[in-house]
């Protein structure tokens, strides 16, 4: 059974910095997609950042690139979300979510979210 566990969000002031993590088990491919999405109060979910697991080939939102990295350790199935010079209109819900391809059909497994609350 695939299991995706967030942890680190909190509550930080504007400008401040939260790392995340994502701990994804439960399966064996080498190849998958692993990222973070968020959503706000009264908005849809939106791509935060993902990372491939064998190229590193990263992809940001646009309203992140510079602030935030993603990175990743595969031997461990986990993924880093580096969130830096956060504003509040980053405070949101952040999903993590684990994509991968077997018997030709994709899988997505999702987290059950952790809060991150940018206000002064």
């Known amino acids: 059974q695939v299991q995706v566990v967030e942890s680190g969000g909190g509550l930080v002031q504007p400008g401040e910095s939260l790392r995340l993590s994502c701990a994804a088990s439960?399966?064996?491919?080498?190849?998958?997609?692993m990222g973070w999405y968020r959503q706000a109060p009264g908005a849809e979910r939106e791509l935060v950042a993902v990372?491939?697991?064998?190229?590193?080939?990263?992809n940001y939102a646009d309203s992140v690139k510079g602030r935030f990295t993603i990175s990743r350790d595969n031997a461990k199935k986990t993924v880093y979300l580096q969130m830096n010079s956060l504003k509040p209109e980053d405070t949101a819900v952040y999903y993590c979510?684990?994509?991968?391809?077997?018997?030709?059909?994709?899988?997505?497994?999702w987290g059950q979210g952790t809060q991150v609350t940018v206000s002064s």
């Open positions: 439960g399966f064996a491919f080498s190849t998958y997609v």
């Open positions: 990372i491939r697991s064998d190229s590193g080939t990263t």
């Open positions: 979510i684990v994509q991968f391809t077997a018997w030709g059909r994709p899988y997505d497994y």
